[in-house]
């Protein structure tokens, strides 16, 4: 058989309406998200949706002939195909040009500079190539089926004979992508970023202080802290750096962190955390901050370093390792992680803080990024603290599993947005993004424990949802966030993939954009958190100036 007769055969065993529903699936697909995309990212998206596209097709055209619902016949099925191919090329055209222009809308509003071109062409090509890739791989699947249904149609009833053929396929295919595929993807990144974690960077040395975490004299050993909890301790603002900022006498903040392999357990981790801060005085300042990592072990300068300028360097933030992963890695393969981490560092440091004369005590506060806020907003459990609260957290990009974002959203007043939502009376929580929504007029009253979330509308980390498959999100009901695309609508299933692949791209955008949240957002939190003593508006001008970030 020539190659021209083989191609022609192989491509009458297509579906029509699968075809018709890849187009269109791929059509959509190229509407903007939440974030900008190159061209070779947006292929792979593309098809994907080409793949989901056609299944949705073929299912539907299976269960239409299996209703046995009328069906065109003669001239009207040839007038049909002709309509309907007309009209998903004339959709896949248009979608198609307005690629450019749907991806300079979102990053416009990012202060990103436009693109000539989103190189529609090769996009479109690298999607094609891809979904025919993934069609027929489950194209062979589906052959594979057929053969092993023949052959135990011989010894077992046909619909046994059915039920048995997919079941072992669909087994054999899990077994494939979870036990081959999946795992090997995760061994081979545990690999590479259990190496990074083991990377000193330069200028990162043992510090000499014995009153230093991770010092000679200190009881964290140095090489089990990590590469980004040993550029923790040794970074940030020093205390001449405070002071002349302040034109006040300052002290030398301390920070303390654990790393995975410092012990094996949260437990003992956690244990061995406090016992440092008690040995080097934390329990002694003005304001302690129990941190919670994102999934690498990282804790963001842009908010640790804010809060001891505000103070006078008379902080203690302390926090522990529980992944080297990244965030959305974690998050999808173990979230909990964050959690078994933070409830374990914040029981041993409040059991020994509530000991404490009230009077002469540290303020205690929580904060975490990303998987970290995830872990934190849990870690100090209601009833845990009733007795003996604590003074309030600050917790920024809180992922989808995230339960007290999430309710609170879900509770929210019915007058506000849900990428910006009120709740209640705002004296205990409040949120708040690129534009200070915290000290509004006329001023709110705040209670003895102040919460704050901060999250940007287009952070894809906040905003994933498994529900965007099926229905549309709250978020793009009414008022857009200020950096969402006003060309963004929700399609289904093809909305859920988009954000999907937001995901490991969150923090590909600019300052205080996506999932990189802004200095100058941290310091309005931590202000309104922690009501520094003498502290002016002034004053945050300038600490906002120096971190030299403003969105």
């Keep these: 058989m020539s190659f021209k007769n083989w191609f022609r055969r192989y491509w009458h065993s297509f579906s029509y309406v699968g075809l018709v529903f890849a187009t269109l699936f791929f059509a959509v697909s190229v509407a903007p998200s939440l974030l900008p995309r190159p061209y070779f990212v947006q292929g792979l998206l593309s098809g994907m949706a080409i793949a989901l596209g056609y299944g949705l097709g073929n299912l539907t055209a299976w269960l239409w002939i299996w209703l046995e619902l009328p069906r065109p016949t003669g001239r009207s099925l040839v007038t049909f195909k002709r309509v309907t191919t007309i009209g998903s090329a004339c959709v896949f055209v248009f979608f198609l040009w307005r690629l450019t222009e749907w991806q ?88 590479v970023f259990l190496k990074l974690d083991n990377i000193v960077d330069d200028g990162v040395d043992q510090p000499a202080d014995p009153m230093i975490a991770g010092s000679e004299a200190s009881l964290i050993p140095w090489d089990g802290i990590g590469r980004l909890g040993k550029n923790f301790i040794v970074a940030g603002p020093q205390q001449k750096e405070i002071s002349d900022f302040t034109g006040r006498e300052a002290k030398r903040p301390i920070r303390v962190y654990v790393g995975l392999r410092a012990d094996e357990s949260p437990e003992g981790r956690a244990k061995l955390a406090t016992e440092e801060l008690k040995r080097i005085g934390a329990f002694q300042r003005k304001v302690l901050v129990v941190a919670t990592p994102t999934g690498t072990g990282w804790l963001d300068e842009s908010a640790v370093d804010p809060l001891e300028y505000l103070h006078d360097g008379d902080t203690a933030i302390v926090s522990m390792q529980y992944s080297y992963l990244p965030s959305w890695i974690t998050i999808l393969i173990d979230p909990n992680r964050s959690r078994v981490s933070a409830r374990a560092l914040f029981k041993e440091v409040y059991a020994h803080w509530k000991t404490l004369p009230k009077d002469d005590r540290p303020k205690l506060y929580l904060h975490g990024l990303s998987l970290g806020s995830l872990g934190s907003e849990v870690s100090a459990q209601l009833f845990t603290i009733f007795e003996d609260p604590i003074q309030g957290a600050v917790w920024s990009g809180p992922p989808f599993p995230s339960t007290g974002s999430t309710g609170a959203t879900a509770a929210r007043n019915p007058d506000s947005p849900a990428w910006l939502p009120t709740f209640g009376d705002g004296s205990i929580l409040r949120f708040t993004n690129q534009q200070n929504t915290l000290e509004e007029e006329p001023p709110r009253r705040w209670g003895p424990i102040r919460c704050v979330y901060i999250q940007y509308a287009s952070d894809p980390m906040v905003f994933f949802s498994p529900s965007l498959l099926w229905s549309k999100p709250d978020w793009l009901r009414g008022e857009r966030g200020p950096d969402v695309s006003p060309y963004l609508d929700w399609y289904p299933i093809v909305t859920f993939l988009q954000i999907a692949f937001d995901l490991p791209m969150a923090t590909s955008v600019p300052l205080g954009y996506g999932h990189n949240y802004a200095p100058a957002n941290y310091i309005e939190g931590w202000v309104a958190v922690t009501a520094p003593e003498n502290w002016s508006d002034d004053d945050t001008q300038r600490l906002k100036e120096r971190f030299s970030v403003t969105p």
């Design 104 to 191: 300079n809308s979102i990053r416009e509003l990012m202060q990103m500079p436009p693109i000539a071109t989103a190189y529609p062409t090769r996009m479109a090509l690298i999607a094609i190539v891809f979904g025919c890739l993934i069609i027929a791989t489950f194209r062979w699947l589906r052959r594979a089926n057929a053969y092993l249904n023949k052959k135990l149609t011989r010894v077992l009833p046909p619909k046994i004979a059915f039920a048995s053929s997919v079941s072992v396929v669909c087994f054999l295919l899990l077994l494939l992508v979870n036990d081959v595929f999946v795992k090997s993807l995760l061994t081979a990144a545990d690999s």
